[in-house]
């Protein structure tokens, strides 16, 4: 059952098999309440996104237009009564809000615990403002593997062995887009050098490592509130 928060807002129920749950919804909480009435958002993808989308629906702003990364996205978002039309339809998106799966002192982020990592990097892209909804034990000292990555299928064996240490991601389907979903699994170090490594391999649709560049703000969920960290992007 939904419960009023702080705020006298319905909040959606909480996951109670997720330990992470409250601060997921805290911080999803927190990024619905910086939507404004007519903008276009991008829509994430993941757990913590799941209480975006109701807490962003619950705030029955006028004229919202959003993308979804991911068809589970949309479907959700529809079945709440947003509007969904594709990035080609809004052009520059206002502000894109999604989840990420770990994020470093200086703002680098891995995505893509979803493989949704291609579509979530274009729609953050296209954003004038990304902002990154995380639970407390996202934030770490340094990135470490697995790095998403999305591989074109043909030659899939050798785009794998010039990646190497790398490896399909078993049980996981194609991307939306046809694209193979697998993971990196060597050291990172130097994280602007491994993008730079991993863009270059040829058959590679896209890897999960963000730039602060593309983000302008991390709001994390802790058990006391929220706690904001800036990123690199305005
Ligand atoms: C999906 C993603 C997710 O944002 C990331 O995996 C975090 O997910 P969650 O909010 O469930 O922890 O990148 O491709």
Redesign the pocket.
């Known amino acids: 059952m939904a419960s009023i928060g702080a705020a006298g807002r319905q909040q959606p129920p909480l996951n109670e098999s997720d330990p992470a749950a409250a601060q997921?919804r805290s911080a999803a909480q927190a990024a619905a309440e910086l939507i404004e009435p007519g903008m276009r958002v991008g829509l994430?993808?993941?757990?913590?996104?799941?209480y975006l989308l109701p807490a962003l629906a619950a705030r029955g702003l006028h004229g919202l237009r959003c993308v979804a990364?991911?068809p589970a996205s949309e479907a959700a978002a529809i079945a709440l009564g947003l509007t969904v039309e594709t990035l080609d339809q809004t052009g520059e998106l206002d502000i894109a809000i999604?989840?990420?799966?770990q994020v470093d002192p200086d703002g680098w982020l891995i995505?893509?615990?979803?493989?949704?990592?291609v579509r979530?990097k274009i729609v953050a892209a296209a954003a004038r403002r990304f902002v990154v909804?995380?639970?407390a034990e996202?934030p770490v000292d340094a990135l470490s593997p697995p790095v998403?990555l999305e591989l074109i299928a043909f030659g899939a064996g050798a785009t794998l062995a010039a990646l190497a240490p790398a490896a399909l991601r078993g049980g996981t389907p194609p991307s939306p887009d046809g694209g193979l979903i697998a993971d990196y699994l060597g050291p990172i170090g130097d994280r602007a050098a491994l993008a730079a490594r991993l863009s270059a391999v040829p058959g590679v649709i896209g890897h999960?490592l963000f730039a602060p560049e593309m983000v302008s703000e991390v709001l994390i969920g802790e058990d006391q509130g929220v706690r904001r960290m800036r990123g690199a992007k305005p």
């Open positions: 997921k994430g993808t993941g757990s913590t996104v799941a990364t991911s999604d989840g990420a799966d995505k893509g615990g979803g493989g949704a990592h979530e909804i995380v639970s996202k998403p999960g």
